[in-house]
């Protein structure tokens, strides 16, 4: 039994870390791959989190094209914030799709936000370990349901990543455990399927360097705010715990694959600190909307009354439901309003401006009206410094209009914008403007975040294709699939 493709897929997977322990000498295995392979760093779509970047690789096509920004976005026709399920968002053909109508068999377990219509010849698997027990795992054919549980009845984390105790060494080191039993039961899975099948393609996936990165990162990193060194001394360096586990995992993948399989490895975006000024954003786009002296909102004050009410440990798995309880109350704002924030990936702040013949009831026209509105919204935020640096809080305003072009601009925001993390050693936490004020916001539970980059090796006959962005990666995948006529 063979596999003639083997594509790796590592979400959240930092390629700088990786590097750093070849160097030191571990990860045989990654080395192996990296001195075998042509390495290519990708850069991710601008203001873009970790499932845009998957998913613009999915279907070989930027936001604009596929859509999605984030897990939750704003309706234009309701003004509310719905998960993206219960959103009128197009249909997707991701890539394997395409493979699979052309007779290929391909199997596909775990990519990060991907499209989950079965395949006529092989298997999808998708949220089989999750990041969040937002929705349920999906199994085509369904029987592999039954497979997967041979290996562990359920996801060792099913419950989720936000909602775990991670306030002493002792449940930092449970939750560090079972992170890792999740790449064991992957490697075995994964090595049986290609040794027991034949296939075009395989993609195995892991998602625990993007978990790991999300809620350990300050371990790893003496340099964080957040470092505490009794913690470190007892929990080991967790990042770096794992990549030797994938590492691990890809050596006796590679072995059950064989040496005539072409290998790919796909990964990012990378994971460095947490700093986002998003949990403040609400608050310093009402100011400069309607100025520091206007009163709250009814969003915010439903904001402070849901604070008062509800325990905080509550209020942790209540999250996603308040936040759309709350952005729905916002909405009979927002019809007045000229702009308001809309909930995206804590890497970058999402604006969306209420457009005339776009948004239901619009007050801004299109033109010259929304250019210095741009201007404006652009000047007000980055008029908010860190005091720990002085230097203003934003990196980058990524304007939509001119970074991306596609039929479903649309149902993106106006404008992205990167936070500066230059010389923060944590998040942002009381951020201060001459114009505007102060503005504080709360700590966050995540000590690290996604950085702009992601990485990709090909065999070495794919070097000349040079992939910049997460959708030049689709064709190379197509290419080195095509090569020979289906098995089935
Ligand atoms: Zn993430």
Same mark, same amino acid.
């Given at each position: ?97 395409? !493979? =699979? $109508? +052309? &007779? ?13 219509? %079965? #395949? ?52 930092l080191q449970d939750f560090l455990d079972r ?39 300050? !371990? =790893? $990193? +003496? &340099? ?13 360096? %967790? #990042? ?84 759309a309880v709350r952005r729905r109350l916002a ?23 209420n457009l005339k013949g776009r948004e239901r ?128």
């Amino acid at each position: 039994m063979s596999v003639k493709t083997l594509l790796i897929g590592l979400d959240g997977a930092d390629h700088n870390l990786i590097d750093e322990m070849i160097t030191e000498g571990e990860l045989p295995n990654f080395k192996k791959l990296r001195d075998d392979l042509t390495t290519h760093e990708v850069e991710n779509d601008p203001g873009q989190g970790n499932g845009q970047f998957w998913t613009s690789v999915a279907i070989g096509g930027n936001p604009a094209h596929h859509g999605r920004y984030f897990y939750i976005q704003f309706n234009p026709k309701t003004y509310d914030i719905q998960m993206c399920d219960d959103l009128d968002l197009p249909i997707l053909t991701p890539f394997w799709k395409t !493979l =699979d $109508d +052309e &007779g290929y068999s391909v199997s596909i377990v775990d990519w990060y936000k991907m499209p989950v219509s %079965p #395949l006529d010849n092989g298997v999808v698997m998708h949220r089989w370990f999750a990041h969040e027990p937002l929705t349920a795992s999906v199994f085509h054919p369904p029987e592999m349901g039954d497979v997967a549980a041979k290996y562990i009845e359920s996801d060792p984390i099913a419950e989720g990543f936000a909602s775990q105790p991670r306030d002493t060494a002792e449940k930092l080191q449970d939750f560090l455990d079972r992170l890792l039993q999740r790449i064991e039961i992957k490697q075995s899975f994964y090595s049986d399927q290609i040794r027991e099948k034949d296939w075009d393609l395989y993609i195995a996936c892991f998602g625990e360097a993007h978990n790991v990165g999300h809620y350990f990162i300050q !371990l =790893d $990193d +003496e &340099g964080h705010a957040l470092h505490d060194p009794e913690i470190a001394q007892k929990v080991k360096a %967790p #990042l770096r715990q794992t990549y030797h586990r994938l590492d691990i995992a890809i050596g006796e993948m590679l072995d059950a694959a064989g040496d005539e399989a072409q290998i790919f490895v796909l990964g990012g975006p990378a994971m460095g600190r947490f700093v986002s000024a998003n949990g403040a954003l609400e608050e310093i786009c009402r100011r400069v909307d309607l100025g520091y002296e206007a009163p709250l909102s009814t969003a915010e004050t439903a904001k402070k009354t849901y604070h008062s009410l509800v325990p905080e440990t509550m209020r942790r798995r209540l999250g996603p439901l308040a936040r759309a309880v709350r952005r729905r109350l916002a909405g009979s704002d927002f019809k007045r309003r000229r702009f308001l924030c809309v909930p995206h990936n804590d890497n970058s702040g999402c604006i969306r401006i209420n457009l005339k013949g776009r948004e239901r009831f619009g007050t801004i026209s299109r033109g010259e009206e929304y250019d210095a509105l741009i201007t404006e919204i652009t000047e007000g935020v980055s008029s908010f410094i860190n005091p720990e640096t002085g230097r203003s809080i934003v990196k980058r305003v990524v304007n939509v209009d001119k970074e991306f072009t596609g039929p479903n601009r649309d149902l993106l925001p106006d404008l992205f914008i990167e936070w500066d993390k230059t010389e923060t050693s944590g998040n942002f936490s009381t951020l201060i403007s001459e114009k505007f004020g102060e503005v504080s916001q709360p700590a966050h539970s995540r000590t690290g975040d996604h950085e702009p980059f992601g990485f990709f090796w090909t065999p070495r006959e794919f070097a000349t294709d040079e992939p910049d962005r997460p959708a030049d990666i689709t064709p190379i995948i197509l290419k080195a699939a095509r090569q020979s006529p289906p098995l089935g």
